[in-house]
C-alpha cells in the first residue's frame, strides 16, 4: 500500500492470553473433557500447551489415542467452556488501546480459537465490535506456528505485513507472526 514511512497499516491481535486471559478457563475444560475420556491433564501438562491448537497438543499428550478420540474431547471442552467464561479476564490496558485506535486503523484477530469458543470469549468481554476481520482456528488448515492465520487476515485487509503489528504472548504465535512477515509485539502474562 501507499502510506508513509513509519505509518501502521493493520494491528493484528491473538485473543488467549493477549488481550483475554482464559488459561483457567481452558484449562479446566480441558481437565473435565480428558476425564470425561477417562484421561488424566496436570496443570503442568497444560502448561506446556499454551498458544498451540488442540488437534496438535492432545495427540502429543495421549499418544495413540485415534482420530474420533481426539474429536470427543475437542467436542466435550467445547459444550463445558461456555459454562466457565467467568473466570477469563480481559487485558484492560490492551483492550483500551485496541478501543482507541479499532475507529482509524484496520484490526484483525488471528486466534488458534475454535470459533464457537473465541465468540463467546468476544461477547462476553465486547470485544466483537473491533475487529474488521477475525480468523479462528478452525478457518484455517495448519495452526500457529504456521502463519496461515496471519497470511489470510493480511489478505483480508489488504495490509502490508511490514507495515503491519501482531500482538502476541506466546512463542508460538510470536513465531507465526514472524513467519508472515509482521512485526510482533510480545504481551506478557497480565
Not at 475420556?37 to 488442540?54: K, M, V
Not at 463467546?120 to 482456528?137: A, K, M
Not at 489488504?158 to 509485539?185: C, K, M, N, Y
Amino acid at each position: 500500500m501507499g502510506s508513509a514511512p513509519g505509518i501502521v497499516d493493520a494491528l493484528l491481535f491473538d485473543l488467549d492470553g493477549t488481550l483475554v486471559d482464559t488459561r483457567a478457563a481452558n484449562y479446566e475444560a480441558y481437565r473435565a473433557a480428558f476425564a470425561e475420556s477417562g484421561h488424566e491433564l496436570t496443570s503442568e501438562q497444560f502448561a506446556g500447551t499454551w498458544g498451540r491448537d488442540s488437534r496438535d497438543f492432545i495427540p502429543d499428550l495421549l499418544p495413540g489415542l485415534d482420530r474420533p478420540g481426539v474429536d470427543a474431547i475437542r467436542a466435550a471442552k467445547s459444550r463445558r467452556y461456555a459454562d466457565l467464561l467467568d473466570r477469563t479476564r480481559a487485558n484492560d490496558a490492551l483492550v483500551g488501546f485496541l478501543r482507541l485506535v479499532a475507529p482509524t486503523h484496520r484490526t484483525a484477530l488471528v486466534s488458534t480459537a475454535k470459533s464457537l469458543n473465541g465468540r463467546q470469549i468476544l461477547e462476553t468481554h465486547g470485544l466483537t465490535p473491533l475487529f474488521d476481520v477475525v480468523v479462528w482456528g478452525d478457518d484455517v488448515a495448519r495452526s500457529k506456528p504456521d502463519p496461515e492465520g496471519y497470511l489470510r487476515a493480511l489478505g483480508a485487509l489488504g495490509a502490508d505485513p511490514a507495515r503491519s503489528l501482531a500482538f502476541e504472548d506466546s512463542e508460538t504465535g510470536r513465531q507465526a507472526a514472524i513467519a508472515a512477515g509482521i512485526p510482533v509485539l510480545e504481551v506478557p502474562h497480565f
